[in-house]
């Protein structure tokens, strides 16, 4: 594979100028996710309206190309989705980059598909799926207000 | 010194990384290992191989004498005063756990602080917090200072009535800075304090004289030194070693075993309990012989060429900030490129066969401190050349244009 196939312009544009990178006012949930090893760190706010869906969503972090490319895909995307639907494509997103060769959600639209793909690519590095994964989970913990920070090392 | 003929002894570099010549630069991470060590290894195995220090056959005789020939070397290499004084371990974190249970258990109470600084790796921080937890002990930072130093004036400012122990670094693993050991040690015996040096990254690259330093306690990783993983060395003072109560219970450490009393094994074995990483000391030999071949003196000055021709080219570079400018600097250059994160730089570098290092290389605390999530380092051994340095620079020259910097 090819270093160009990783770091793919979609990837280097987001990565540069991530959407979403703001603190939505009067978010009604978000979790703190946290990757010691390599220094990312991500802060997801939500909000969603009396019919859970995601009225806005946004971000605060700093982290490589990867994961903040990863998290401003995920925030363009997962906007104006009802919660159940978000689960679906967090789950979907995940699969895929752990085992699955495609995105299967019918929830996601061939374009959306086309573009959560461009992130395939961490497939082939396994120390930085972590990267691109951070962010999704994160999310996940947003959406059923553990409360608790994820975190990629577990520790005391 | 001819390193062309050094490289060849290493077989790792007859390997393709994606297709290309690697070029190994994370030597301050782990070294690749001369080709003697390896067969060593093999050969212990396949033609001579028993436990020591038990049986009394033939194989275990001839094995015992090579596991103490190694003690010997070590002994000699190190120039410390008695073979005793060499204690086998896991790794250079068992050693600094080895003190910090052992000492802390007998000399330390609740309000004694530990000096360590804020260059300091983990393995060099974490074992003292566990004293912190148990004993409530305190733990002091001597500051690091804008070149990624620390001064021997930043060690006795945080020098108290209540410091019973500094633990500090010999070679910091991510500013290359060299810190002033024996003077430090000279103060702090001046004030009744005992001196740990944690030696992973200055055992593979400085001159060790243990009665020169006069340091207490002194920690080796040795598959930093061209040697084996699974084991370490801790040097210490004859007089501690039989001072301190023993670290680990188990077979090889006692010495008579009733329903009511033990008693402990002489030194060494009093610390070396269980069977341990029997043909990675043999090896070890090797590592010991090989840099006696290649001398000190030149791996010094080798490296000393290297990191000032890494410097010299690396600040010609826009956009690649090093981390610290020490005056006196061992074989690590760190760095960080404006707008690229160290993770990116490190897979795209890996791409052309560079391997560094990125993250904050178990350096939390000094991270924090610069104020940078992470960092990139390039970190030399006696097989590098102008030429690796050359393909780093131009392979971070290829990140940036992927990157569309300038």
Redesign the interface.
Known sequence: MNIKELYQEIILEHGKNPRNLRKTDNFNKDAKGNNPLCGDNVHIYLKLDEKNKVEDISFEGSGCAISMASASIMTDLIKGKEELEVKEIVNDFLGMIKENPELKSKKLKEDEKTKLMCLSGVKQYPMRVKCATLSWHTLTSAIDNTQEEINTERGD | MNIENIRKEFPIFNNKVHNNDLVYLDSANSSQKPQSVIDRVNDFYGKEFSNVGRSVHYLAVAATNLYEQTRSSVQKYINANDKNEIVFTKGATEAINLVANTFGQKYLKEGDEILITELEHHSNYVPWHFLRKSKGIKIEFAECNSDGEVTIEAIEKKITQKTKLISITHLSNVTGAILPIKEITELAHSKGIVVLVDGCQGAPHLKLDMKDLNCDFYAISCHKMYGPTGLGVLYAKKKWLEELPPYQGGGGMIKEVTKDYISYGDLPNKYEAGTMATAQVIAFDQSIKFLEKVGIENIVHHEKELIEYGQEILIKNNSVKLIGNPKNRGAVLSFTIE??????IS??LD?DGVAIR???HCC?IL?DKLG???SARASLGIYNTKDDLDQLNLSINNCKK???LK
């Open positions: 707008g690229i994160h160290p993770h990116d897979t795209i791409e990125a993250g904050h939390q991270h940078i999530p992470a992927i990157f569309n």
